[in-house]
Nanobody, 124 residues
Framework: VQLQASGGGSVQPGGPLRLSCASSERSFGTYTGGWFRQAPGKEREFVAAIHRGNSHTYYADSVKGRFTMSRDGAKNTLYLQMNSLKPDDTAVYYC??????????????????WGQGTLVTVSS
């Protein structure tokens, strides 16, 4: 399964950005999907996820209320809409996916498929 992340860039604090994660898998709309990020000098951390069954979404406390994860099954694409961006959101963002229901949707080690990462820089 190949994932292609895109949409990163430079934005001023308070601005929006939307990330996309596309796959060629026709059943991608039924996958568990996740977004993770890694800032310079820090470990990779969970950002958001969407359940494969009920499409319920989960968020890290640091982004709750600002970020929204969604999917478009027809386009085989996951999205991460990021609003009110802060300098602390600066990181490389990775999308991840799994065909199965995960015991811990926030655990990066449980996702077998990963995109290449897209850089988000929030700076004035």
């Amino acid at each position: 399964v190949q994932l292609q992340a895109s949409g990163g860039g430079s934005v001023q604090p308070g601005g929006p950005l939307r990330l996309s994660c596309a796959s060629s898998e026709r059943s991608f709309g039924t996958y568990t999907g996740g977004w993770f990020r890694q800032a310079p000098g820090k470990e990779r951390e969970f950002v958001a996820a969407i359940h494969r069954g009920n499409s319920h979404t989960y968020y890290a406390d640091s982004v709750k209320g600002r970020f929204t994860m969604s999917r478009d099954g027809a386009k085989n694409t996951l999205y991460l809409q990021m609003n009110s961006l802060k300098p602390d959101d600066t990181a490389v963002y990775y999308c991840a996916a799994s065909r199965t229901v995960l015991s811990s949707i926030r655990d990066a080690n449980q996702y077998p498929y990963w995109g290449q990462g897209t850089l988000v820089t929030v700076s004035s």
